[in-house]
């Protein structure tokens, strides 16, 4: 009885431990200079991170993700598959994305009044 549950324990502790998802790594443009404040999220998820000044991220989930969405202003969105639940040292290459055109910027007020009793 003592082996049965001294088993069960073992198995849920050991999906714990394996059931999570954890990664880290550097974001870098085409010249290899960091890109600083780009977003990293796990594919189909709400969980991100942000990367640093230094374009070094870390992100972990308790669920399992099978691949990471970064994306930049000016850089196209890439998806990067993961192939195990703890990948280190990634080091992400994001390409030019297109440039815009023009930028239109609206300075005017709203006309709503708030009266206060």
Do not use: H, W
Not at 19 to 44: H, I, L, M, R
Not at 49 to 56: A, L
């Amino acid at each position: 009885m003592k082996k049965n549950i001294f088993l069960i324990a073992f198995l849920v502790v050991a999906n714990l431990v394996f059931s999570q998802t954890k990664v880290s790594g550097v974001v870098v443009d085409n010249t290899n200079q960091p890109v600083p404040y780009a977003n990293v999220v796990f594919k189909n998820s709400t969980i991100g991170t942000v990367t640093n000044e230094d374009g070094r991220f870390y992100i972990e989930s308790s669920n399992t993700y099978a691949a990471l969405v970064v994306s930049f202003v000016g850089f196209e969105t890439k998806v990067v598959p993961l192939t195990k639940s703890v990948n280190y040292n990634f080091k992400i290459q994001l390409s030019d994305g297109q440039q815009l055109s023009e930028v239109v910027i609206y300075t005017g007020k709203t006309s709503k009044r708030t009266i206060l009793p």
